[in-house]
Each structure stands twice: as structure tokens, then as C-alpha cells.
């Protein structure tokens, strides 16, 4: 799955590119919701259901979501088994790069987002969190506001991404209104991510 995440473009240029990753993103979701041994089960499984193939990898997709972010919520970081955690993190951070935009994966980013090791170094793969800080600014994906301020504290190329993004937004403004400018920057939540990104710095500093 992580080879196929790979080969997802953040950005398709043409139809081809887009079918591609249309073609990746529902070639995740079912190996996401599927494995050897379930497969021979499924046919008889979705008969005696009475719904459809894809209502079934739907259903249990989201399912898997939720047992995963189930799982992430209740770690608890362990010297022990900190390396097996941070693998298992690691795997599931690459699988998603495909499928973010998927409304059904949206809990599952906030609940990687919110989680935090116990050591100094970052236990999510910075190319998820680039890709999410990608389709936040192309309005693919809407995460709260607690969510993108960890992605921000954590990973500082996106906040300073973010950031550029939201002058080249308030230069190209034509109405240069006064009000729209500072709606602009609180929809933004850039003012609270900047305050504590100094406020860290501070504390880190002293």
C-alpha cells in the first residue's frame, strides 16, 4: 500500500492523472478494508447482507476507520514498544497520502494530528504532512481548527507555507476591503498558529 501511495500525484494534470488516482485511491480503500482471508468470505458475506460490493467495502471501510483511530487514541507511548508504535504510525501516515481526501478518512487525519509521542522526535511522516497541509490550502479537505494547529507546531515548512498562501491571497484581494482582510486571516486560524509558534519558541529558547 505504501508503494501505491507513492505513485499518487498531489496534483493531476490531465484526465489521465486523475483516473490514475482515482484508480490508487479505490485500490487503498479495499486493501485498507480487505485481506486473504476475509476475501473468500466477502461474496457470501454481502449476499446474505442484501447490499451492494461497493456499500459493503464502504460500510466496512469506515469501520476500519474508526477502529483505527480507536487504536491511535487510546497508545499510550511505551520505551518497550515505542518503536513498533512509531512503524505502525509511520505505515499508516503513508497509506493515507492517497485516500485524504476522502470524507471518510478525515477523523482518522485529525486523530494522527493529535497524537503525540513522548520523545523529541516527529513520529508522523513529514511527505502525509506536507500532502495534508497541500489539500487544506486547495480546500480539498476541511480539518478543525485543533487539528491544524498541531499540523502547524509540528511542521514548520507547512505553517510557513500556509502563511505565504495567505499573503498571496490578500494581495490578489480586489476588494482590498479592511474587513474581508481580517475575515481572511481569522478563517485562516494563522494568527492563533503564529502566537503559539512564538510562544513555543519562547519556552524552548529559555
Known amino acids: 500500500m505504501c508503494c501505491l501511495a507513492c505513485l499518487c500525484s498531489s496534483e493531476p494534470q490531465n484526465v489521465i492523472e486523475i483516473k490514475a488516482n482515482s484508480w490508487i485511491q479505490n485500490l487503498v480503500c479495499h486493501l485498507f478494508s480487505s485481506s486473504d482471508q ?23 471501510l469506515k469501520n476500519i476507520m474508526s477502529s483505527l483511530i480507536t487504536q491511535i487514541k487510546r497508545s499510550r507511548p511505551d520505551e518497550t514498544k515505542k518503536d513498533a508504535l512509531d512503524e505502525h ?7 493515507c497520502i492517497s485516500v485524504l481526501t ?3 478518512v478525515a477523523p482518522l487525519l485529525e486523530a494522527l494530528l493529535h497524537y503525540h509521542g513522548s520523545g ?3 513520529v508522523l511522516d513529514d511527505h502525509f504532512l506536507e500532502a495534508i497541509n497541500d489539500a487544506v490550502l486547495r480546500k480539498k479537505i476541511v480539518l478543525s ?3 491544524l494547529l498541531s499540523l502547524w507546531l509540528r511542521h514548520l ?27 481572511m ?5 494563522l494568527v492563533s498558529a503564529l502566537a503559539l509558534q512564538r510562544f513555543t ?4 529558547s529559555l
Open 120 to 122: 523529541p522526535r516527529e
Open 89 to 95: 504510525l509511520h505505515t499508516i501516515c503513508v497509506t
Open 145 to 147: 481548527e485543533s487539528a
Open 201 to 204: 519558541f519562547i519556552q524552548t
Open 157 to 183: 515548512p507547512s505553517l510557513q507555507k500556509a502563511v505565504l498562501d495567505l499573503f498571496q491571497r490578500l494581495i490578489a484581494l480586489r476588494s482590498k476591503s479592511v474587513k474581508e482582510m481580517e475575515r
Open 38 to 60: 476475509k476475501r473468500n468470505k466477502e461474496v457470501e458475506i454481502i449476499a446474505q447482507l442484501g447490499c451492494s460490493t461497493a456499500e459493503y467495502h464502504d460500510k466496512l
Open 185 to 189: 486571516m481569522k478563517d485562516s486560524f
Open 102 to 104: 476522502l470524507p471518510e
